[in-house]
């Protein structure tokens, strides 16, 4: 097997970068690979030899984000988390979605990109994965629903704030979450 050549790595990239232009400006389901090529200029053969679909577009748009969120949590995990841990692993989670805001913005606001497989597969893979970690991995439904709330709190700040100043944003955002994150722990000691 050899390398890629410069070149071709060089348009898969030029492709990726024209992909997040066109799908935040006019959706994912309204963008074609045409529109794509037709903005870089390149063939359609040549997009299509980068990727096959629009979906396989998406995904290595994604896969980035998903395995570095992924990586971040793998590396917080331990045996009995303490506050201070838990609020290192929510805080550098937080720093994750902050350095993939332009992407995670658009999915958010994206149905068609939201809706798509390879996207809900993922976020629900690393929603379940930053529950766990959290929280522990035997929540009843009323534990989910208030954790859905707290990380979905602190996607719309990162959607809605991520130009904000990190050191303003962060705290605010930890804080919230952990206020959310104690009051489950509370009812699920409760509860067992």
Do not use: C, W
């Not at 971040?72 to 988390?81: G, H, Q, S, T, Y």
């Not at 809900?120 to 629903?145: C, F, K, M, N, W």
């Not at 100043?165 to 009051?183: H, Y």
């Amino acid at each position: 097997m050899t390398a890629p050549s410069p070149t071709r790595e060089g348009t898969r990239e030029r492709i990726l970068a024209a992909a997040v232009v066109l799908f935040a400006d006019h959706g994912f389901e309204a963008t074609s690979l045409q529109q794509i090529a037709d903005v870089l200029p390149v063939t359609k053969a040549a997009l299509y030899y980068h990727f096959r679909s629009k979906d396989d577009l998406l995904a290595a748009l994604v896969e980035p984000i998903f395995a570095d969120l992924e990586a971040r949590l793998r590396a917080a995990e331990i045996d009995k988390p303490s506050p201070a841990a838990r609020r290192a692993a929510l805080t550098d989670f937080l720093d994750g979605l902050l350095a993939h805001q332009q992407l995670i913005g658009f999915i958010t606001r994206d149905p068609a990109a939201r809706a798509n497989p390879i996207v809900l597969a993922q976020t629900e893979r690393v929603r379940e994965h930053i529950d766990t970690l959290l929280l522990g991995a035997d929540l009843d439904e009323s534990e989910q629903i208030v954790a859905s709330m707290a990380l979905g709190g602190m996607y719309s700040a990162v959607v809605d704030h991520g130009d904000a100043d990190p050191d303003l944003l962060r705290p605010i955002v930890v804080e919230s979450i952990e206020a959310m994150l104690r009051t489950i722990r509370r009812r699920h000691k409760v509860a067992h």
